[in-house]
Each structure stands twice: as C-alpha cells, then as structure tokens.
C-alpha cells in the first residue's frame, strides 16, 4: 500500500487546512480511511476515519466539529479539511487504512505530513 499525502503547512490559529491522500497499490474490498497524528514527545493521536462501505465517519474528541473527512473512492484520495486551528493540532499528520469494514485500528499508513499552527 502506498499513500502520497499533501496539503500540510503553516497557519495561524483560526485559519484552515486541507489535507489530502492518496491510497494505492492495493485491491482490498473493504477497508477504511483515516488519519492519526503525533506531536513531538507525543503519542500518536487517533483522529478520523471513513468507511469505504457505508461512508461512516468517526472522530477524536479533541477535532469533532472542527475537521471533517471525506473521500473520492473514484481517485482512492482521503481528505481531511480542518477548519478553527489551534496551536495544539500541530503535529504531523499520518493517512491510514484499516482492513474490513470498520475504523478499529489501522493497518497500514503514510510517510506523513507537517501541520504547524501558530499562535
């Protein structure tokens, strides 16, 4: 499986980010898509995620109502727009995938990429 990430950056807080993923070289049937994040000294933080079958969606305490995901099965690409940012979200940004039809854990994910909010 390889994941090519983007839209990673700095902003000030308030302000918004999008990030995007692309998924591929995999032919699994069901499967989800997602994010974590780690801050430095940090542990990993699970964030979202999307089913592929139903597109449910799920997400961490820390970004409900801030983030949202969503996907284009078309393009295998996972997107998480994050809107009202604060410094605390700075972290770097995983894309996951989790086999079968649910969000618990994630079996594979991506290089990563920087998210940096200041205050």
């Known amino acids: 499986v390889q994941f090519v990430e983007s839209g990673g950056g700095l902003v000030q807080a308030g302000g918004s980010l999008r990030l995007s993923c692309v998924a591929s070289g995999f032919t699994f049937d069901d499967y989800a898509l997602g994010w974590f994040r780690q801050a430095p000294g940090k542990e990993r933080e699970w964030i979202s995620c999307?089913?592929?079958?139903?597109?449910?969606?799920y997400y961490g305490d820390s970004v409900k109502g801030r983030f949202t995901i969503s996907t284009d099965n078309a393009k295998g690409t996972v997107y998480l727009q994050m809107n009202s940012l604060k410094p605390e979200d700075t972290a770097v940004y995983y894309c996951?995938?989790?086999?079968?039809?649910?969000?618990?854990?994630?079996?594979?994910w991506g290089q990563g990429t920087q998210v940096t909010v200041s205050s």
């Open positions: 999307i089913t592929r079958s139903d597109g449910s969606t």
């Open positions: 996951t995938l989790t086999l079968g039809r649910t969000c618990e854990g994630y079996d594979y």
